[in-house]
Every structure is written in C-alpha cells, then in structure tokens.
C-alpha cells in the first residue's frame, strides 16, 4: 500500500471525496506517483500534493488523469466542480508541470474597471509563486476572504489591507506571493510588487522611493513625478481611484514606511509583510505566522528535498524537522543540501545540526543564511532591546516572565515589560502563555552567540542579578511551604534588592514555584558549573520543600548530595547539616528508611558539634518519624520527647505543634486513644493561632482515625472529607493520598465497600505517580481490603500479597504486621487454614515486639476466627476473650465488638445459650455505635438465639 498522509481538516467536503476517489483510483491501477507522471505528464511532486490534499486539483490534471484511464469521468467531474468556490477555480502554478505539459491559459481577465487609465498591458510584478507551498490553510483561507471582500466592496467600503508578521524565514512572503497568484485574476488592473528592504543588509526604501517606483510602475512618466512625497502619494492614489489593483508590499520595517503607500479607494487590495507586528495600521486585517506544525514541516522538507518516498516519520526525518525548529526558511536551506546529496546523507547533516554551536553556521547556502536573517531583525532593534536581547541569550533556562527579564537588564518592572513588548512586536520572542515568554530555539542560538561577545563582566552581573532574584523570590515562597524553621543564617543575595513579584500566600507560592521550576533547577546546575556554590546551595535550600511536594525526590536528593560535598570542603557546617535533614525527609516519604536513618544521625552529630539547639530539635524530629514508620514506638516517643522539650524551650510553636501531631500519631497507633485527643488538640489549637491550613489538615487526619476507632464512624468521614478537600485546595497530592485512603477505610467499616474500593483506587493512583513506595503499599492493602469485604477474594488476596511484599521491602514493622493480618483474612475466606493462622502468629509477634496494642487486638481477633473455625469453638473462645481485654484496655469499641460477636459464636456451638445472649446483646449496643450494616445481621442472630432459647 502507498504511504498517504492524514487529509488536512480544512478541506471542504467534495474537495475530500474528490481526493479520496482519485487515491482509490490510483491505488486500484496499481500505479506509482512516477506511472502518474509518465500518463499525465504532471509532475510526481504535483500529484503528491494533490493526492495529499494540500492543493487542489486543477481541471487540465484531472481531464489528463480521465484520459489516461480510460474511466467514466463523470462522478470526478461533479466532485470537481462542486469543491470550486463560487467566483474561483484554481490553476496550477508554472512551477508544477513538467516540461512536456502544455501551461494551461490564464482564464480572461475581467474588463478594466471604468475609470482606469488605458494602457495596453496591466503590470504583472509578482515574483514566481513558490513549487513547495506547503500548509497555511487557515492562513491562505482568512486571505482569500479578503481578496474577494476587495474585489467586490462597494464604492463606500474600505481599502482591504492584510499586514502579515511573523519572526525571519517564517514564510511571510511566501505566502503572501502563493495568495496573490491564487487572487490576482480578481484585480486585472494590474499586480505590484516592491521589496521595502526593512530588514535586510541594505538601506530600508523610504516612502517617497518606494512611491516613485510605484508610479512609474503605473506608466506614470518619469518626468510628471512630483519631488514632494505628500504630492507623490496623492498622485498615486489617485492612478489607484476606480481600479481593482493589487499590491504587495513586501518587508516592511514599519507602519509609517506603508502608511503613504496605500490606496485611497476600496477596491485594490493590499498585502504587506513585516518582521514586526505593524500596530500602527489601524484598519489593517493582522495575520501572524508561527513555524508549521510538525507534520507539515516535515512534508515541506521531503517535498523540497525531492525524497518524497521517505515517510515524514522516519526519525532522522523528525530530528530534522525539530532541530530546524520547523522554520519553514532553515527547513528549505536543509532540504536543498539533501537534494543534491539524496537521502544517505541525513543522518550526517542531523548530526551536524545537533551540534549548537554549528547549527546556525550549517543554515545557510550560497545565498541563504539564517544568522544574517536573525542579524537583520536585531539591527532594527533600539539599543536598549539590543541589549535585553543579548541578556536573555545567556538565561539558563528556556522560557521567561517580565519579572526574570527586569532583573537581568536591571531595571524597573515597567521597563522590562516594555523592552519585551518590543521585542514581542519585532518577532524576536513568542508569548506562548499570558505573560509568559520564549525564544525560538534558533534565535536563542543566535542570541548566545552575541551574549558571548559581551564583556565578561558584564554577563557576570547579569547573572549575579538573575540569582539574586531567584534567591529572593524562592525564600519568599518557601517560607509559605516549610514547616520548620531553617537553622543558621539565610545566605546573602548575590546582588542587591531585585524586584520581584509579591507571594502572599501559599496558592501564589506554588503558582510562582511551579512556572519556574525548570528554570530554577537549570539555574542551579548553572550556578555550580560556573563556580558560584553559595548560590546553588541557596537555591537548593530553598526548593528542597517543593520538589518533595512535587515528588522529585530523587532531583532533590541529587542536589543536595552536591551542597553536602561544597559544605565539608568549605567548612559549612550549617549548610551540610540542612542538607542531611532535607535529604533524611525525602528519603522518609519515598520509602527509603535506612538512608533516611543514617542522613538524619548524621544531621544530629552535625547540629551538636555546631551547638545549634533548633537544629538539634529539627534532627530529632526526623528521626522520631522515621522510628515511627519502622514501629520502634517507644524510641520514638523518647526521641520525639526530647524534641518537643527543645522546641518549647526555643519558642518554636511551629515545631512543638509539629511534634505534638507525631506524638498523637503514635497514641493512636499503639491504641492510647485518650492520650492521642489530648495531643492532637493541643497541636490543633497552635495550628489555629498560627493560621496553617496545613498543619490543621494533618491532625484532621489523625483525628479522624481517632474518631473511628473510639466508634463515631460518623464524624471520622467528616473530618477525613474535610482534610481531602484542604489538600485538593493546597494542591497537596501525597496529603490528598494519605487522607483518601483513611477516608476509605472508614466506609468500608460502615458497609460502603463501592465507595471505599473508588476511594483506594485514588489514593494509589496518586502515590504510585509520587513513586511513595510506603503509600503504594498502604494503599494497595486497603484497597484488597475493600474487594474483600465484597467478597472478591482472589484479587483481594494478589493485592494483599503485594502488599506485604512492599512493606517487607521497606523494613516497615508496624504496616507490615498489618498486612500480615489481612492477608490472614483473606486467606483464612479460601479455606486456607493453617496458611492463615502461620500469617497471624507472625503478625502477633511482630505487634507485641514493637508495642502496638490495637494490632496486637486485630491479629488476637484474626487468630481466634481462625481456629474456632479449624480447631473448634474451646480454643477460640479463650482469645476472643483476650482480644476482647485488649480492645477494653485501648478503647476500640469496634474491635470489642468484634471480639463478644465471636465469643457469642463460640459459646453457642458450646451450648452456652444464655452466655451467648449476653455477649451478643453487648455487640449489637457497640456495632450501633461503630457498624451499623453489622448491627442488623448481629441483631437478627440475636432475635433468634433468644427464641431458641
């Protein structure tokens, strides 16, 4: 089958069946573009366009094509006439037959327009229309509308005029020319053409020449041309009143170049193309032209190169395509060099044009060159955008705002706004976003190239201000993310006071963070490779928080590994220490406990040996979170204990509200559900005082897992909701994460498993993006949990597995045991009896090791199912009691209900009827309280058991 491309989607409907039927036709002969062109005597190229849709058809190629074939033409033929505009057909171009076709005749021209001066033949001046047209169909259609808008405006109308800019080698006049050839039969009073020169190596034509040449152009003779310029242009639209003319003016360096150059009277129509936007033309209709999508620049360049048979996907073919920045100029200077040496020689010019500091030097040919194209729009630049100009060529990074570019040149916001909007307006930089800015990656070539001739000096102090006002701005809005203090002094800024934009919030900090993050890790990376570590230490500071939000963690560690080493070989003591607990808290929430364990020990050593209290406290923190996740809770209560004593000491709120948070924590994971309210509300009130929406949603979390397990369901989802929406509202998605999925857990105990198993889903849909390897497997357990409880016990059981597999990976002890008696569960639910009690014995060690009583009570609960069941209701009985004793000690109503449900069980196998009554009523009361789907099937045994007995 032959290679066809997608048809372009502005094709009218019968053109696109013209097209398609003339592709089937082709494919049913069997034939290739060069039988085609052997038939027809029409070009291959003029056919690829053709089958391609990228130009229409002309009448002659179709008839030849029928003939040729031999095939009934009818149903082609009205397909043809029907895809025709209503006033136009169009004709093939010069350029596209071969030399044995016959050109098919202009169609007649329309009489003169009375009025018009006689003369025997109306200039004809357009320059040969281009072969390899290629796209600009939205662009082509919006002209040929006002060419006809033109052609017929009544006497009152105005005078049309299309001001097409763009950057250099866009194709501005390219395409103005293609569109006069396509429109040029609507104005047979004559066709002018001038080059204004206004951005090239000569002297821009003034008014007055280009004026002189246009009359002349009109037979207006030589000597009857008035010296004044006033005067000329009245004598030229006067030889323009009454006429369909066309005009095009062609690289116009400004509004005040043309304003004298166009007609007085509707009814010619004006094309004029200019690198710079011509704001200055107030009734002018504006076409701007960025380069060509990817596939039609890749088209542009295989159709000039001649390798027509080569698929524009081919990789060198895209490399290419992307390396020439799809500029349709740079595109053609690499398709010429092609043609001549066919398609074995692309991967070597790719390789040249990957090479930067080569590139702009291979873009070019005997009498085409990129940079002197670039050079011509710079020279029209006053020298102050010559200078941001050159400024913004040695920027790190790839894209920029008003703020970075006030900073680099110096001077106020106001200033740099509107240097840029000069620069906006010459096409020299693409606006891609609201005030957000980029160079086209051959003009930021061109740009360093110049920012390389500047002083060094210079450049020097640019850059010393550009890393000053990132400094500043990223201490600004880290200020509004970090939860603790940053012991030792802020590094100095680079260079004076920049100005920058105002953060007063979080929301705007991480607005501001997330646009610059690239450029700010570039500048990094930039600071460091030209000897200026205070700075990229600084910034490294200042980002850490937010690449941990982010979940670039192993970015930041990266950076920070690189501050540690600039610190020990300088002697910063303060800097190496922050690092290490930057380090030790990204380890932390990636998974990696014994790197986080070994950089936080060595933080403490750090922060003692400095005498530094804050930073012995922030030490301390880390560490008691990490003893957490691994359940060593008795060392991390002495640890945190230490901390909290430090931080109140100090006046810290911030981190005694933190330390208390981690404190309630371990109270409700070890069951001390009083101890754990006590805690949480304390941290909670400091967190009111301070205003931290943040520090609130954390504690919501632990209260809501408190509020659970003392039985008020209810209320757990309301505060578990509530911390969700504040982390959705912070744009805080390992928050979101951790709350979802607690969130899920309390519905799934309150029968809601749909809900719970949705909200599972999302929760490790978000850590598995993270990379939270400890929220993954979290979340993992819960959601195998929730398919269990609806019954779905082999994919419960595959995710159960994965997670414990995870956590003994991670070393995590406490989640760990957790799994364990989950995967019991389901085990236990496939009849697999003595896999399951194995599961459980293990898990039980493992919670009394470490001191946890409620796991302790899930896997006593778990080991008494288990063997009621496989042993009989005389070995059970005895540990639902004992689990029952536990749940009372910690006070989990849900598991005491659990426990009496089960001894109810046993006591009625064992004919204890009315020990089962009492033990059964006493579950009912609790499961009203914790479960109510529980409550009615416990109610129910309960009714009956009471009958029975």
């Given at each position: 089958m032959p290679y066809w491309t997608a048809l372009p989607d502005g094709l009218e409907p019968a053109e696109r069946q013209l097209v398609e039927r003339l592709r089937a036709l082709k494919d049913e002969r069997q034939l290739t573009l060069k039988q085609l062109e052997g038939l027809t005597h029409y070009s291959h190229a003029s056919w690829q366009r053709w089958l391609n849709g990228r130009r229409p058809i002309t009448r002659e190629a179709l008839e030849s094509l029928i003939?040729?074939?031999?095939?009934?033409?009818?149903?082609?033929?009205?397909?043809?006439?029907?895809?025709?505009?209503?006033?136009?057909?169009?004709?093939?171009?010069?350029?596209?037959?071969?030399?044995?076709?016959?050109?098919?005749?202009?169609?007649?021209?329309?009489?003169?327009?009375?009025?018009?001066?006689?003369?025997?033949?109306?200039p004809c001046q357009l320059p040969a229309d281009t072969r390899a047209f290629t796209g600009r169909t939205r662009e082509l259609a919006d002209l040929l509308d006002r060419a006809r808008e033109a052609a017929g405006g009544g006497p009152d109308g105005p005078v049309v005029v299309c001001a097409i800019d763009g950057m250099g080698g866009v194709g501005k006049s390219a395409l103005a020319v293609h569109a006069a050839h396509r429109v040029r039969r609507h104005f047979p009073d004559g066709q002018l053409f001038i080059d204004l020169h206004g951005h090239t190596d000569l002297e821009p034509v003034s008014a007055a020449d280009a004026l002189d040449w246009l009359l002349r152009s009109l037979d207006v003779p030589a000597q009857t041309i008035p010296a004044d310029q006033d005067q000329r242009a009245a004598l030229y639209r006067e030889r323009l009143a009454g006429t369909r003319t066309l005009i095009v003016l062609?690289?116009?360096?400004?509004?005040?170049?043309?304003?004298?150059?166009?007609?007085g009277l509707p009814g010619c129509l004006v094309l004029v193309t200019s690198r710079k936007r011509l704001t200055g033309l107030d009734d002018a209709h504006s076409v701007s032209l960025a380069t060509l999508p990817p596939d039609e620049a890749a088209g542009l360049l295989l159709d000039v190169a001649g390798l027509t048979r080569l698929s524009p996907d081919a990789?060198?073919?895209?490399?290419?395509?992307?390396?020439?920045?799809?500029?349709?100029?740079a595109l053609r200077i690499v398709a010429a060099r092609l043609r001549h040496r066919g398609v074995q020689a692309v991967d070597g010019l790719v390789a040249r044009l990957h090479d930067e500091n080569a590139r702009l030097v291979t873009l070019q040919d005997e009498d085409r060159n990129l940079a002197a194209v670039f050079e011509a729009s710079y020279g029209a630049l006053p020298a102050a955008e010559q200078r941001l100009f050159r400024l913004l060529g040695q920027l790190p990074g790839t894209e920029f705002d008003v703020w970075t570019a006030a900073n680099l040149a110096g001077t106020d916001l106001w200033e740099g706004e509107r240097l840029l909007d000069s620069l906006l307006d010459h096409n020299l930089l693409i606006q891609h976003a609201p005030e957000r800015y980029h160079f086209h990656d051959l003009v930021r070539l061109y740009a360093r190239t110049l920012a390389e001739l500047d002083p060094p000096a210079e450049r020097a102090a640019a850059l010393d201000r550009l890393l000053g006002y990132y400094v500043h701005t990223a201490r600004q809005a880290d200020r509004h993310l970090n939860r603790f203090t940053r012991p030792g002094l802020p590094a100095a800024l680079p260079a004076g006071p920049p100005v920058g934009p105002e953060l007063p919030d979080r929301a705007a900090a991480l607005d501001w963070l997330r646009a610059e993050q690239e450029n700010l890790l570039?500048?990094?990376?930039?600071?460091?490779?030209?000897?200026?570590?205070?700075?990229?230490?600084?910034?490294t500071g200042e980002l850490s928080v937010f690449l941990r939000f982010e979940g670039r963690w192993q970015e930041c560690v990266s950076l920070q590994r690189a501050v540690i080493t600039t610190a020990r070989e300088t002697g910063d003591?303060?800097?190496?220490?922050?690092?290490?607990?930057?380090?030790?808290?990204?380890?932390?929430?990636?998974?990696?406990?014994?790197?986080?364990?070994?950089?936080?020990?060595?933080a403490l050593a750090v922060y003692l040996g400095l005498g530094d209290r804050l930073g012995e406290a922030n030490a301390l923190h880390e560490l008691g979170r990490v003893r957490y996740l691994t359940g060593e809770f008795e060392s991390m209560a002495e640890v945190h204990g230490r901390a909290l004593a430090l931080y109140r000491d100090l006046g810290d709120r911030r981190g005694q509200a933190n330390t208390l948070h981690e404190l309630g924590s371990r109270a409700v994971l070890v069951g001390d559900y009083a101890a754990a309210a006590t805690l949480l509300q304390e941290a909670m009130a400091i967190h009111r005082e301070l205003d931290d929406p943040l520090g609130r949603a954390h504690v919501l979390v632990q209260l809501g897992r408190t509020t659970h397990s003392t039985g008020d369901s209810a209320a757990a989802a309301d505060m578990l909701a509530g911390a969700v929406a504040t982390y959705q509202e912070l744009?805080?998605?390992?928050?979101?994460?951790?709350?979802?999925?607690?969130?899920?857990?309390?519905?799934?105990?309150?029968g809601d498993h749909q809900a719970a198993a949705e909200l599972q889903e999302r929760s490790l849909r978000i850590y598995r993006e993270l990379g939270n390897r400890h929220g993954i497997a979290g979340a993992t357990e819960e959601l195998g949990l929730a398919r269990l409880a609806a019954g779905e016990l082999a994919p419960a059981t595959e995710l159960l597995e994965a997670a414990v597999a995870i956590f003994q990976e991670l070393g995590a002890q406490q989640a760990g045991a957790n799994a364990l008696t989950a995967l019991a569960r389901a085990r236990h639910r496939l009849g697999e009896h003595g896999s399951s009690e194995a599961l459980l014995e293990r898990s039980l060690a493992t919670h009394r090791t470490i001191g946890d009583h409620h796991g302790e009570a899930q896997a006593l609960l778990g080991l008494a199912e288990v063997r009621t069941d496989s042993t009989g209701p005389r070995v059970g009985l005895p540990l639902y009691r004992e689990a029952h004793a536990m749940a009372q000690r910690i006070g989990s109503p849900a598991d005491e209900a659990r426990a009496l449900d089960g001894a109810a069980h046993c006591l009625e196998l064992l004919g204890d009827g009315a020990a089962a009554i009492a033990a059964l009523r006493e579950a009912v009361t609790l499961y009203q309280r914790t479960n109510p789907s529980l409550a009615v099937s416990a109610a129910l045994r309960l009714a009956g058991l009471e009958h029975a007995n």
């Open positions: 003939g040729a074939l031999d095939v009934d033409g009818t149903g082609l033929r009205q397909l043809f006439h029907a895809a025709q505009p209503a006033d136009e057909e169009p004709q093939a171009p010069r350029a596209e037959r071969t030399e044995h076709a016959q050109e098919p005749d202009e169609p007649p021209a329309p009489p003169a327009t009375p009025g018009t001066p006689a003369r025997d033949t109306a062609d690289n116009a360096i400004g509004a005040a170049q043309i304003r004298p150059l166009l007609p990789p060198a073919i895209r490399a290419a395509v992307g390396l020439c920045g799809n500029l349709p100029l570039t500048l990094v990376r930039h600071a460091r490779a030209h000897q200026r570590p205070d700075a990229a230490g600084a910034l003591g303060w800097a190496e220490a922050n690092a290490l607990c930057d380090i030790s808290r990204i380890s932390l929430v990636s998974g990696d406990f014994p790197q986080a364990v070994e950089a936080c020990e060595l744009g805080l998605r390992q928050g979101e994460a951790s709350a979802a999925k607690d969130l899920g857990t309390v519905l799934r105990a309150t």
